[in-house]
């Protein structure tokens, strides 16, 4: 039986905003709202192919992850896999790892993709090696956790 929901936050604490992701991952750890029968929060770091084991295991599964999007540093985006899929072909849309959208890509072509995956990702300013967010992110802190509780709660409204 699958599970409903899995948040995982993806980054390397090491690259200052590559870290983003769990950054906003144990944000929301903390503030569990409501919803601990239903959501697993999984610390992604840098697990590259071995997302593919977590896409087998929900039925719903929230990225979170520094995207370079071409937006504006600390900007959000929120996307499902079929849209990452799209942009990341048509133009340079990228993450710190490999390439979390290959792993998508190769989810998909295995018949391993959850019912519902979705990206919550933040364009960085820094990813340099180095500890803290950049000033720029740490900025706007507030605004991205409280957007990415409100998109987690949209996806657990969905799916119920």
């Given at each position: ?7 995982i ?15 906003l ?43 370079r ?27 710190h ?11 998909q072509?295995?018949?391993?993709i ?47």
């Amino acid at each position: 039986m699958q599970e409903v929901c899995g948040v995982i936050g993806i980054g390397n604490p090491l690259r200052r905003d590559d870290g983003i992701g769990l950054v906003l991952l144990d944000h929301l750890r903390s503030r569990e709202k409501g919803f601990a029968s239903l959501v697993t929060y999984i610390d992604g770091g840098t697990a590259g192919m071995n997302l593919l084991h977590y896409f087998s295991i929900y039925r719903m599964i929230l990225l979170i992850d520094a995207v370079r999007f071409g937006g504006i540093p600390g900007q959000w985006r929120f996307f499902s896999h079929n849209e990452a899929i799209s942009k990341s072909t048509q133009e340079h849309v990228s993450t710190h790892i490999s390439d979390v959208f290959q792993v998508i890509r190769i989810a998909q072509k295995i018949g391993q993709i959850p019912q519902h995956l979705y990206i919550f990702g933040v364009e960085p300013e820094d990813v340099s090696v180095g500890q803290g967010l950049s000033d720029t992110l740490q900025n706007k802190l507030p605004v991205l956790k409280k957007s990415v509780e409100e998109k987690l709660g949209w996806m657990i409204e969905t799916v119920l």
